[in-house]
């Protein structure tokens, strides 16, 4: 039975076969004492249609329902939690969530569903909540890929540097479109056009090329800040730097102001987490008291979502040995000699070649007894 | 190792001239070979060589690291990439053309020829006006001419090819020019090579200013 146990233990270290995924980040969560939330995967057309920006220009699919009523497959998570929350700053709530979301792919090719989980904090946001939540998206993270990183950005940070330039709305909306592209030349052209200081326009320039390691990064951001806005994001920024540095997985935490979420719904911190085999974030989140206060509530909140349609793809991983038989061995001896070393905690394939498959080590059976093939 | 996309054609060309100019050389790079990968081990590069209306995906979906697009593409696909650097070739201009004796009757719908529908359309919407977008593929020149369309959203270049079709720009939207792309993981997970290349590039840009 140990031996059992080991192997299923291992199973699960190695992200058994990506359908494990959400399994273990359940486990993960649920050890942080966050509650699992189920929901309906309808929801009236109008929460969307009053808060479309927070959908970042997410096409909702809709149909019309009983009584008239225009429902929508929900796109989005966060805004049924947080429309649906009765936590307040004095009494919290921590959820977390696995379900599916709507959309219309882009470029008018079809619908998607997007198999999503995550984590919504709301209450009150303090820096335990962020690096509690940082510590989360490093171990979820860890659980997708050897290689990733998550950078973090902060709204308060991003949005008090450019009104730092005394831009119009118009030019200001060009600005966070630049910072988002990272795009320094049209950034250039913005601030001659509206004829912006040149010393305030260089800090802000420097601020959109800056990406890399938060303990690199933070000491030269440090010198450009303008402003109490910003210079306060910049103080939660060094305080999670500081935390970050004890966690696990703290040295791939990174500073990147590109990434940031609309500014009427998100306030403080922001999170994209990358991997290396996925080519965009797979985990985004952030502070968005904002979208709260548009709901009437009293709270703040934190949360995080990550894609599980990155991970299939991942989870991969070669077997570690493949044995190999041919007609004449004996049956019962072949799987005898598989299960020997399964319950040794090894994932074994049993074949009679080695063609298309990844395994580690590949063993020859022989009169009852295993022969490594060189 | 670096994955580049470039534009097929004369824009990939000089692209990859600026390139081998700052040490991105690639031996066996021949564009007009059949062959659509080309790898040097040495300078640590691989070249696909793509239709210019596919490099932005590529790179978007990670199949390339960096790639070279024109603005025009961008701004049609809005892609979820970073357009690090203009790097100022492949001039021309997104522009309204049509018969030199077209007048616009505001009292109707105009029937707006063109391969970029997104770009003409946010164009048409913002100043309110209505339209019917005829999408086409090639010789867009042709639609006014036949009477398919009232006017065309198109590329122009030097404004010959409208000339002699008897057409003329109307109205131009914007500058167009190559750009430096990156995707989002690679900028991350490859950020000193995209950053080296970066460099480089503005470093060339800078001189020819």
């Not at chain 1, 149909?63 to 929900?74: I, M, P, S």
């Not at chain 1, 056009?193 to 933070?218: H, N, Q, T, Y």
């Not at chain 1, 040295?251 to 500014?263: A, G, Q």
């Amino acid at each position: 039975m140990p031996s059992l146990l080991k192997g299923i233990e291992r199973f699960f270290e190695n992200g058994g076969d990506g359908q494990t995924l959400p399994l273990r980040l359940s486990a993960l969560f649920s050890s942080y004492g966050y509650k699992k939330y189920r929901m309906s995967r309808f929801e009236e057309y109008s929460l969307y249609a009053e808060n479309f920006d927070f959908l970042a220009g997410s096409n909702v699919i809709t149909f019309g329902g009983e009584g008239g009523k225009l429902l929508a497959l929900r796109p989005d998570v966060t805004l049924s939690i947080a429309k649906n929350t009765k936590a307040t700053r004095t009494s919290g709530e921590k959820v977390y969530y696995h379900e599916s979301v709507y959309r219309q792919a882009r470029g008018n090719l079809g619908y998607e569903e997007i198999d999503q989980m995550g984590v919504e904090s709301i209450g009150e946001v303090d820096l335990l909540t962020i690096s509690e939540q940082v510590e989360l998206i490093l171990k979820s993270l860890s659980m997708l890929s050897r290689e990733y990183s998550l950078d973090v950005s902060h709204s308060g940070l991003v949005h008090g540097m450019v009104s730092q330039l005394g831009l119009s709305a118009p030019a200001k909306a060009r600005v966070y479109e630049c910072i988002k592209r990272k795009s320094i030349h049209a950034f250039g052209h913005v601030m001659d056009r509206e004829g912006v200081d040149e010393v305030k326009a260089a800090k802000v320039r420097r601020m959109i090329e800056l990406s890399g390691p938060i303990d690199e990064v933070l000491p030269e951001l440090g010198a450009l800040i303008m402003g109490e806005e910003a210079a306060a994001a910049y103080v939660q920024l060094m305080a999670l730097s500081h935390e970050a540095a004890r966690m696990q997985g703290g040295d791939r935490l990174r500073v990147d102001l590109s990434i940031f979420n609309h500014l009427d719904y998100y306030n403080g911190v922001i999170f994209n987490g990358f991997i290396k085999e996925y080519p965009k974030a797979v985990v985004v989140g952030g502070q968005y008291d904002k979208l709260l206060e548009k709901l009437g509530k009293d709270a703040q909140a934190l949360g995080f979502a990550i894609n599980l349609g990155a991970a299939p793809a991942i989870h991969r991983r070669p077997a570690d040995i493949v044995l190999l038989y041919d007609e004449s061995d004996s049956v019962f001896g072949v799987l005898e000699q598989a299960n020997k070393l399964r319950e040794k905690g090894k994932t074994v394939i049993v074949a009679k070649s080695e063609e298309g498959i990844a395994a580690a080590k590949a063993y020859i059976y022989r009169d009852g007894e295993l022969e490594e093939k060189r | 190792m670096l994955n580049i996309a470039l534009p097929k054609g004369r824009l990939g060309e000089k692209a990859y001239k600026l390139l081998e100019e700052i040490g991105y050389r690639c031996e066996e790079f021949d564009s007009g070979k059949r062959k659509l990968i080309f790898t040097d081990k040495k300078n640590e590069v691989s070249y696909f060589w793509v239709k210019p209306s596919d490099v932005a995906i590529y790179v978007e979906r990670g199949a390339a690291d960096v790639g070279v697009v024109g603005k025009d593409i961008l701004l049609e696909q809005d892609p979820d990439v970073y357009e690090l650097e203009d790097l100022k070739m492949g001039i021309c201009r997104m522009a309204v053309a049509a018969k030199k004796d077209f007048e616009d009757d505001t009292d109707k719908v105009l029937r707006v020829a063109t391969k970029f529908v997104n770009i003409a359309k946010r164009y048409y919407e913002g100043m309110g006006r209505q339209i019917d977008v005829i999408k086409l593929n090639g010789s867009i020149e042709l639609a006014p001419i036949l009477g398919l369309s009232d006017v065309i959203v198109d590329i122009v270049e030097t404004g010959s090819t409208l000339k002699e079709n008897d057409l003329e720009v109307k109205d131009v939207i914007f500058p167009v020019s190559a750009r430096l792309i990156a995707g989002k993981a690679a900028y991350r997970f490859k950020n000193e090579e995209i950053g080296r290349l970066l460099m480089r590039v503005r470093e060339v840009l800078n001189d020819k200013d």
